[in-house]
C-alpha cells in the first residue's frame, strides 16, 4: 500500500483527502474536529529504532483491512480507520513513512515472526497466550460483543444450538465462541455452530443474509456494523471481556517496542492520541499509559 503522510479528514471524504507529502519533519494527522495538525518527530523516541528500520524510513505493517471502524479500505482500496491514523502518527514521530501490507488476520503474526512485517495493526487482543509468539505494544481496550438481525432475540450466554459467525483467527473464534458452546454441550443442550471466515465484512454479511443468528466481533466493530447496517442489524447483550489491543512485533525486536511505545506515549502526551479517537468516536477505549505485555491472562 502506498505511503501516507496526510490523513482523511472524514469517513465520507477519506478517498479525496488521502495525500502524501514530508516538511520539515512534521506529519499531518487530523485533530479533534476533522483538520489537519503537524505531528513533530520526537527525537527521544526516533533514536530508540532499530538501524534497518531507520535507515529503510518505512514501517511495514501486515494488517487485516476489513474491520471497520479500525481498519478497512477505502473507494481506491487503501487502508483507512482509527487504528490506521493512530499508526500514521506514530510513525510520524519516528520520523518514518508507513508501508501497510494487507493481509489475513490469521496469517499477520506469523509473518511478523517470520520477518516480513515489522508490525502488526488489526486490533490484535494482548494475550499471554500470543504473548508466547510475539511482543504487544499496547494502546487501546475493548471487550467482546454480539449481534444480530433487527427484531431477533439471542441472548449470547445462552445461544445453544444457534450458527454465530466469528472472523478466523480472533479470539472471538478460538476461545469464547468454544467456551460458550463447551457450557452448552456439558449442561446436556446443543453445541453452537461457529461458521467461520476469513473477514469480518463476510461474518457480518453472514448475518444480514440469515445464513448465521448472530455475529460476534470486538465491541468497536459490531457497534459500527449495527450502525452502519440501516436498521437491519441490532446490539445483542452488554459488552464483556474487556481486552487491550496490541501492536505485535517480533520477539528478538525489543529496541522497535521501545521506539513505539515512546511514539505513542508522546502521541498521547500532546493529545493527539485522544483526538484521534475522539474524531472516530472510539474514545472510550483509551488507556492512560502505553506499556509492552501488559495482559495478564
Same mark, same amino acid.
Given at each position: 500500500?502506498?505511503?501516507?503522510?496526510?490523513?482523511?479528514?472524514?469517513?465520507?471524504?477519506?478517498?479525496?483527502?488521502?495525500?502524501?507529502?514530508?516538511?520539515?519533519?512534521?506529519?499531518?494527522?487530523?485533530?479533534?474536529?476533522?483538520?489537519?495538525?503537524?505531528?513533530?518527530?520526537?527525537?527521544?523516541?526516533?533514536?530508540?529504532?532499530?538501524?534497518?528500520?531507520?535507515?529503510?524510513?518505512?514501517?511495514?505493517?501486515?494488517?487485516?483491512?476489513?474491520?471497520?471502524?479500525?481498519?478497512?479500505?477505502?473507494?481506491?482500496?487503501?487502508?483507512?480507520?482509527?487504528?490506521?491514523?493512530?499508526?500514521?502518527?506514530?510513525?510520524?514521530?519516528?520520523?518514518?513513512?508507513?508501508?501497510?501490507?494487507?493481509?489475513?488476520?490469521?496469517?499477520?503474526?506469523?509473518?511478523?515472526?517470520?520477518?516480513?512485517?515489522?508490525?502488526?495493526?488489526?486490533?490484535?487482543?494482548?494475550?499471554?497466550?500470543?504473548?508466547?509468539?510475539?511482543?504487544?505494544? %499496547?494502546?487501546?481496550? &475493548?471487550?467482546? #460483543?454480539?449481534? !444480530?438481525? *433487527? +427484531? @431477533?432475540?439471542?441472548?449470547?450466554?445462552?445461544?445453544?444450538?444457534?450458527?454465530?459467525?466469528?472472523?478466523?483467527?480472533?479470539?472471538?473464534?478460538? %476461545?469464547?465462541?468454544? &467456551?460458550?458452546? #463447551?457450557?452448552? !454441550?456439558? *449442561? +446436556? @443442550?446443543?453445541?453452537?455452530?461457529?461458521?467461520?471466515?476469513?473477514?469480518?465484512?463476510?461474518?457480518?454479511?453472514?448475518?444480514?443474509?440469515?445464513?448465521?443468528?448472530?455475529?460476534?466481533?470486538?465491541?468497536?466493530?459490531?457497534?459500527?456494523?449495527?450502525?452502519?447496517?440501516?436498521?437491519?442489524?441490532?446490539?445483542?447483550?452488554?459488552?464483556?471481556?474487556?481486552?487491550?489491543?496490541?501492536?505485535?512485533?517480533?520477539?528478538?525486536?525489543?529496541?522497535?517496542?521501545?521506539?513505539?511505545?515512546?511514539?505513542?506515549?508522546?502521541?498521547?502526551?500532546?493529545?493527539?492520541?485522544?483526538?484521534?479517537?475522539?474524531?472516530?468516536?472510539?474514545?472510550?477505549?483509551?488507556?492512560?499509559?502505553?506499556?509492552?505485555?501488559?495482559?495478564?491472562?
Amino acid at each position: 500500500m502506498k505511503n501516507r503522510y496526510l490523513l482523511p479528514a472524514a469517513l465520507t471524504a477519506a478517498a479525496a483527502l488521502l495525500l502524501t507529502g514530508c516538511v520539515n519533519n512534521e506529519v499531518a494527522t487530523p485533530d479533534a474536529t476533522g483538520s489537519t495538525a503537524a505531528v513533530t518527530v520526537d527525537k527521544a523516541a526516533e533514536a530508540l529504532l532499530p538501524d534497518d528500520i531507520r535507515q529503510a524510513g518505512k514501517l511495514i505493517l501486515g494488517t487485516d483491512a476489513t474491520y471497520a471502524p479500525n481498519e478497512f479500505k477505502d473507494a481506491n482500496g487503501d487502508p483507512i480507520g482509527w487504528e490506521i491514523e493512530l499508526a500514521d502518527a506514530m510513525a510520524g514521530k519516528l520520523g518514518l513513512t508507513t508501508d501497510y501490507q494487507v493481509a489475513k488476520f490469521d496469517n499477520i503474526i506469523p509473518s511478523i515472526t517470520g520477518g516480513k512485517y515489522d508490525v502488526g495493526l488489526s486490533s490484535f487482543f494482548d494475550t499471554k497466550e500470543r504473548q508466547q509468539q510475539v511482543d504487544m505494544v %499496547d494502546y487501546f481496550t &475493548a471487550g467482546i #460483543q454480539w449481534a !444480530t438481525l *433487527a +427484531g @431477533k432475540s439471542v441472548d449470547p450466554d445462552n445461544a445453544c444450538g444457534l450458527k454465530v459467525a466469528v472472523q478466523n483467527g480472533t479470539t472471538e473464534a478460538l %476461545d469464547d465462541v468454544p &467456551a460458550k458452546s #463447551q457450557a452448552c !454441550t456439558d *449442561a +446436556g @443442550k446443543p453445541a453452537i455452530e461457529a461458521l467461520g471466515y476469513d473477514t469480518q465484512d463476510e461474518a457480518t454479511a453472514a448475518v444480514t443474509l440469515g445464513r448465521a443468528d448472530a455475529m460476534t466481533a470486538d465491541s468497536p466493530v459490531v457497534q459500527y456494523a449495527v450502525q452502519q447496517s440501516d436498521g437491519k442489524l441490532e446490539l445483542s447483550g452488554d459488552v464483556y471481556s474487556t481486552f487491550l489491543y496490541g501492536m505485535p512485533i517480533a520477539k528478538d525486536r525489543g529496541d522497535l517496542g521501545k521506539a513505539l511505545q515512546a511514539a505513542l506515549q508522546s502521541l498521547m502526551d500532546d493529545g493527539t492520541y485522544g483526538s484521534i479517537l475522539s474524531k472516530w468516536g472510539v474514545e472510550s477505549g483509551a488507556i492512560d499509559k502505553i506499556d509492552i505485555n501488559g495482559a495478564t491472562s
